[in-house]
C-alpha cells in the first residue's frame, strides 16, 4: 500500500486537474490512497475536494494552523502501508507515476528515500530569459533531463515529487515547522529538503527514480521577474537555515550577521552597476537575482538574532 500525500492552500486553481490525473493512474501492486490536508484555504478547495470524494481512495484531513509542514505533521496519522510519497497541489503526476516508485523502491532495499523527475508545464510560453537565466532547480524545483537512476545527495531531493517509506514516520521522523511555506511570501524555503538532510545525516540514502515523473505547473504570476527575485530572497532565508556547522559558529558578526555577507552585498551592487553600464542584460539579471538572495540570508540571520535575544 501506498499513501499519496499532499497540503493544499487556496488550491482551487490546480486541484481539478491534479484530482483528474490522479484518476487516470495505473493500479499499482497493493494499492494506494490520497491523503490531502487543506491547510486553512478560503477559496473552493473543501468544495472541489468534497467532489472528488467517492472519485478517489480520498481522505481530506484539515490543519487550520498556518504552515505546509503543520499540515504534512497532521496527514502523518492517516499512513498506511509501507511508502509514503510526497508531493503538491501543482504537480499533475503521469498515469505510470505510482507504479515507477513502486518498483524503485522494491528494487533499492537499501535506500530509503526516492526523488522522482519533475518536469515543467507551463501555463504560458516562457520568454528566452526565463529559460536561460532562472535557476531551474532552484526556482521552480525543475530536475535536470539528464539525470539518471541512481544514488542523490538529499539536496536533490524535492517536494513536487519524493517518496519516504513510511517506517521512518512510524519512527518518530516529523517535518521542522518553523520552515517552509506557511501563507505569506516571506519564509525560509526548503520544507522537505530539511527533513531529507537530516535523514540523509543519520544515514538513510536517497534514490533518484527517472521514469516517475511530474509535471510541475508554473503558473503565469510564477513566470514574472518580481515573483522570481522574491524566490530568490526565500532561497536564501532557506540557505542561512541549512548553512553549515562551522559558518553557524563563525563569531565574525556585524549586527548578528556573518560580516562576508555585507561583503558579498557590496561586491554585487557594483557588479550589477558595471553590467548596467555595458547593457549587459543577462549580467544584470544574474547579479539582482544574487542580491536577492543574499538580502534573503540576511533578512534570516537578523530572525534568528531577534529570536534569541
Keep these: 500500500m501506498i499513501t499519496v500525500m499532499l497540503a493544499t492552500h487556496n488550491g482551487a486553481r490546480t486541484l481539478p486537474a491534479l484530482l483528474e490525473a490522479y484518476r487516470c493512474l495505473d493500479p499499482v501492486e497493493g494499492g494506494w490512497k490520497l491523503v490531502v490536508v487543506d491547510n486553512a484555504s478560503t477559496d473552493d478547495t473543501p468544495a472541489i475536494l468534497s467532489r472528488y470524494a467517492t472519485m478517489l481512495p480520498l481522505t481530506c484531513l484539515a490543519e487550520p494552523q498556518a504552515g505546509k509542514n503543520h ?22 503526476p503521469r ?9 524503485a523502491v522494491d528494487a533499492q532495499p537499501r535506500f530509503d528515500v526516492f526523488g522522482g523527475a519533475i518536469v515543467p508545464r507551463w501555463e504560458r510560453e ?23 537512476d541512481g544514488p542523490i545527495a538529499a539536496s536533490m531531493v524535492w517536494g513536487p515529487n519524493m517518496a519516504v517509506r513510511a517506517r521512518l514516520f512510524a519512527d518518530g521522523w516529523r517535518f521542522d515547522t518553523s520552515i517552509g511555506p506557511r501563507h505569506s511570501a516571506s519564509y525560509a524555503m526548503g520544507s522537505e529538503s530539511e527533513l531529507v538532510s537530516r535523514l540523509e545525516r543519520n544515514g538513510h540514502r536517497c534514490w533518484f527514480v527517472s521514469n ?9 504570476f ?7 527575485m522574491r524566490r530568490a530572497i526565500r532561497f536564501g532565508r532557506g540557505t542561512f537555515r541549512f548553512r553549515p556547522e562551522s559558518e553557524a559558529q563563525d563569531r565574525r558578526l556585524l549586527f548578528g550577521v556573518p560580516r562576508w555577507v555585507f561583503r558579498n552585498l557590496g561586491e554585487t551592487v557594483l557588479a550589477i ?4 553600464l555595458r547593457r549587459d542584460q543577462r549580467g544584470v539579471f544574474l547579479g539582482k537575482w544574487a542580491l536577492y538572495r543574499d538580502l534573503g540570508y540576511l533578512a534570516e540571520a537578523r530572525a534568528k538574532r531577534n529570536r534569541t535575544s
Design 71 to 92: 499540515a504534512l505533521n497532521r496527514g502523518m496519522t492517516e499512513v498506511e502501508g509501507d511508502l509514503v510519497v510526497l508531493t503538491d497541489d501543482d504537480a499533475l
Design 95 to 103: 498515469q505510470d507515476w505510482l507504479v515507477a516508485l513502486r518498483s
Design 126 to 148: 516562457p520568454e528566452s530569459w526565463l529559460l536561460e537565466w532562472v535557476p531551474q532547480g532552484i526556482t521552480y524545483a525543475l530536475t535536470d533531463s539528464a539525470m539518471r
Design 212 to 220: 516517475a515523473v511530474v509535471a510541475h505547473v508554473i503558473r503565469g
Design 222 to 228: 510564477q513566470m514574472e521577474e518580481s515573483w522570481v
Design 273 to 276: 552597476a558595471r553590467h548596467a
